[in-house]
């Protein structure tokens, strides 16, 4: 392995380097940037689609479930291509550079209504938009994996990332439809007329987003990364090849599929739910800083509540919790005493949103470990190829959070030009807003209760690698 200077520690000499704050924020930017950019398209774009673009929303769900096959062969090239190659500005952390520019670029033409109603433009841009994003999105994953082997510091430093994507998730969640609602012709951001208004807020969260993208590349150096006589025995197949020996990382595959198709639904759900089935559409933006908001109080936590009930636990305790959170909302949104009280509603979406957040953000804790234990099985630490992979089921999700809602919404012949939907709209919007995503939870619960690695074995395993490395 690639090893740092004579003048390091011998504790960083075997690969278990501490990182300063300012390079665990540095790094964390990096996520920040990527949900200012990517965060507006998985939350906003489908009701972007069908409400201001022009779009039948089954066509719409179609066009998500065709980007996300593109990707399922896409991402394993870009795994691969990355782990083969280095860069002269950084193995993984150059593509936040090269693959930032082209995606802030189609990021802001996916939200310009220059083609109002014209699928073959939302096709273009949409599947060209997501295959920059996994330019940027496979390295950054793997970028975590190369800084240290440390599992307290990666606890730490993924902590911080998380806080800083829940910072960029409250500038989309809140930020984005008060803004928009706000400077839209009479206030209404679910109209062709506000057309403008969306691609002059879009353009401008996509290029915050790239600045510190470019900020994030300024603070990171990869030191744990496979040594490069290593490189060119990477192989496409290897992404098989790692799926199928590696178990704990068929297990936060799956993981990733339920969690972020849970999450995914109910993102797209909340606009349409506060617009249609509370009738207050203005209320929005506080109801979304709501899903953020836990993340400032929790994620500080989460190194002193892994430590004191242990990982697994943890998911359960806060996969539960959110699964309450779901059950209060269901509740309050059926009898209409309660859902006319939107104190009520704003505090059944904060118990959902804590356990959500705690639970989908330490799970980003468990790739480094998964990435270790695949080289300790094979020698080759191919941290491309494992974040392909779990980018592909991470997209997975994600398609399932376009594809459910575009479909659920057809079926119960929601039409975007009326004002006020028919009962069986409003059930299928409340189905997509807490009935599919508490079920999601209830898999998500089963799956990670598969997971092996504790966090005693992965440092056994850390120690092994690194004395394989020695002799």
């Known amino acids: 392995m690639k090893q740092t200077s004579q003048k390091n520690s011998s504790t960083e000499a075997k690969g278990f380097y501490k990182l ?19 965060q507006t398209v998985a939350t906003y774009l489908l009701f972007f689609y069908t409400n201001v673009f022009g779009i039948k929303p089954a066509a719409a769900a179609f066009m998500f479930l065709i ?32 693959g930032g520019i082209p995606l802030t670029g189609l990021v802001i033409l996916s939200f310009w209504n220059g083609f109002s109603g014209q699928l073959w433009y939302a096709y273009i841009t949409y599947v060209t938009l997501s295959l920059c994003y996994t330019m940027v999105n496979v390295p950054y994953g793997a970028l975590n994996a190369s800084l240290t082997r440390d599992t307290d510091e990666i606890t730490k430093l993924t902590s911080t990332r998380m806080f800083m994507a829940n910072m960029g998730g409250l500038a989309v969640q809140f930020g984005i439809p008060a803004i928009i609602q706000h400077f839209s012709p009479e206030q209404d951001w679910s109209k062709p007329e506000a057309s403008g208004v ?12 790239f ?7 300024s603070q990171t150096r990869e030191r744990v990364v496979m040594d490069k006589d290593k490189t060119d025995t990477v192989r496409y197949a290897d992404l098989f090849t790692e799926f199928i020996h590696n178990r704990p990382l068929r297990v936060l595959a799956f993981f990733f599929i339920t969690a972020f198709a849970m999450m995914a639904v109910g ?3 909340s606009a349409y739910y506060m617009q249609y ?7 929005l933006p506080l109801f979304n800083a709501l899903g953020s908001i836990p993340a400032f109080i929790f994620l500080p936590l989460v190194p002193a509540i892994k430590r004191a009930i242990g990982k697994k636990q943890m998911f359960y305790v806060f996969l539960g919790v959110a699964i309450i959170g779901m059950a209060m909302l269901y509740v309050i949104s059926v009898v209409p005493e309660l859902k006319s009280q939107l104190w009520l509603i704003y505090a059944a979406q904060f118990v ?10 330490y799970m980003w804790v468990l790739v480094p470990e998964v990435i270790s234990y695949g080289e300790w099985k094979s020698g080759k630490r191919i941290s491309g190829v494992v974040n392909a992979l779990t980018g592909i089921f991470f997209k997975a999700g994600f398609a399932l959070g376009g594809v459910i809602p575009g479909f659920v919404l057809s079926m119960t012949y929601f039409d975007a030009e009326k004002a006020t939907q028919s009962p069986l709209a409003q059930q299928g919007i409340l189905w997509l807003m807490v009935v599919i995503p508490a079920i999601l939870l209830v898999v998500a619960m089963f799956v990670i209760s598969k997971y092996e690695l504790e966090d005693n074995r992965i440092d056994e395993i850390n120690k092994e690698i690194e004395n394989r490395h020695r002799s």
Not at 20 to 38: C, E, H, M, P, V
Not at 277 to 283: F, M
């Open 352 to 361: 959902k949103s804590t356990g959500v957040i705690v639970a989908t953000g």
């Open 211 to 217: 600045a510190l993208l470019c900020f994030c590349f």
């Open 277 to 283: 089935n509370v009738g207050h559409p203005s209320a």
């Open 67 to 98: 980007v996300r096959l593109v990707d399922v062969l896409w991402d394993p090239f870009v795994g691969a291509f990355v782990d083969k190659h280095n860069p002269k500005l950084g193995k993984y952390r150059a593509y936040l550079v090269f």
């Open 267 to 269: 993102n797209s759900a």
């Open 20 to 38: 300063s704050w300012t390079q665990r924020i540095g790094f964390g930017s990096g996520d920040l940037a990527q949900n200012l950019i990517y």
């Open 198 to 209: 969306w691609f002059v807020v879009m353009s401008i969260y996509a290029l915050i987003g």
